[in-house]
């Protein structure tokens, strides 16, 4: 088993920042890309930024610039900061996560997903 949990959400001012984390836990033997994704009312689920196990970074166009995603492999952590937000930003944030798992003594893949934390930018 394995679980992603999310933190940082909350509501912030139009060109205010916040600073998503994911940390991943359960029996995991390795995490290739790790990733944000978000889904805004009315629309469907798009890809914020991902990130892979060497650093490796991609953004959607909409957020160049503006955020940053960096992970921290020895705690199984990702972050997303979020600067200069927008109301357009605002969105359910999800974590995703490529992971390896120690499974019945061997190793099973899991595409994991947190449970999301709510980013509202307005004023």
């Known amino acids: 088993q394995v679980q992603l949990v999310e933190s940082g959400g909350g509501l912030v001012q139009p060109g205010g920042s916040l600073r998503l984390s994911c940390a991943a836990s359960?029996?995991?033997?390795?995490?290739?890309?790790m990733g944000w994704y978000r889904r805004a009312p009315g629309k469907q689920r798009e890809l914020v930024a991902t990130?892979?196990?060497?650093?490796?970074?991609n953004y959607a166009d909409s957020v160049k610039g503006r955020f940053t995603i960096s992970r921290d492999n020895a705690k199984n952590t990702v972050f997303l900061q979020m600067n200069s937000l927008k109301p357009e930003d605002t969105a359910v944030y999800y974590c995703?996560?490529?992971?390896?798992?120690?499974?019945?003594?061997?190793?099973?893949?899991?595409?994991?997903w947190g449970q999301g934390t709510q980013v509202t930018v307005s004023s």
């Open positions: 995703n996560g490529d992971i390896i798992l120690y499974s019945g003594g061997g190793y099973r893949r899991n595409d994991a």
């Open positions: 359960g029996s995991i033997f390795s995490i290739a890309n």
């Open positions: 990130i892979s196990s060497g650093g490796s970074t």
